[in-house]
């Protein structure tokens, strides 16, 4: 299974009000050590948020979730946390908080792609399921 490698992830989170435990999943963090791979794609549903919280800045919202990929890229821009090592960024990225921006816990398997990956961790986890038509049956 040389064509296989050990990734990472979790699915980031908003919580407009902590003390609800409501939340809305808003993107996915990968991590492959081996690939050295770490990116985090964004795609929040607003709808779905006010519908939560009505009252959401969501602007300061976006704002937040923006700097998750920066932070997964490294560089200057990032700032201090993205000189940090691969690693380092991620874990620093999935560590627990109590804040309106929070992680899942981090799940880990073996893949083949790493960005193939993330986008069906988006299409799993994040994306809107497709809507199925509701058959009902009258005998």
Same mark, same amino acid.
């Given at each position: ?10 699915? +980031?989170?908003?919580?407009?009000? =902590? !003390? ?5 999943? #808003?993107?996915?963090?990968?991590? @492959? $050590? ?17 519908? +939560?919280?009505?009252?959401?800045? =969501? !602007? ?5 979730? #923006?700097?998750?990929?920066?932070? @997964? $890229? ?66």
């Amino acid at each position: 299974m040389q064509d296989h490698f050990t990734y990472d992830y979790a699915i +980031i989170r908003v919580v407009p009000k =902590v !003390e609800r435990e409501e939340f809305v999943n #808003a993107g996915v963090i990968v991590s @492959c $050590a081996t690939k050295r791979f770490l990116d985090a794609r964004i795609e929040l549903d607003e709808q779905r948020l006010l519908a +939560i919280d009505s009252t959401l800045d =969501v !602007e300061t919202v976006r704002d937040h979730l #923006a700097v998750i990929p920066m932070i @997964c $890229a490294g560089g200057e821009q990032a700032g201090a946390i993205g000189q940090l090592p691969h690693r380092e960024r991620f874990h620093w990225l999935v560590a627990p908080r109590s804040t309106m921006i929070q992680t899942s816990r981090v799940h880990t398997g073996l893949c083949k792609n790493p960005t193939t990956l993330l986008e069906h961790l988006l299409d799993t986890m994040v994306r809107p399921s497709q809507a199925r038509p509701c058959v009902v049956r009258t005998e």
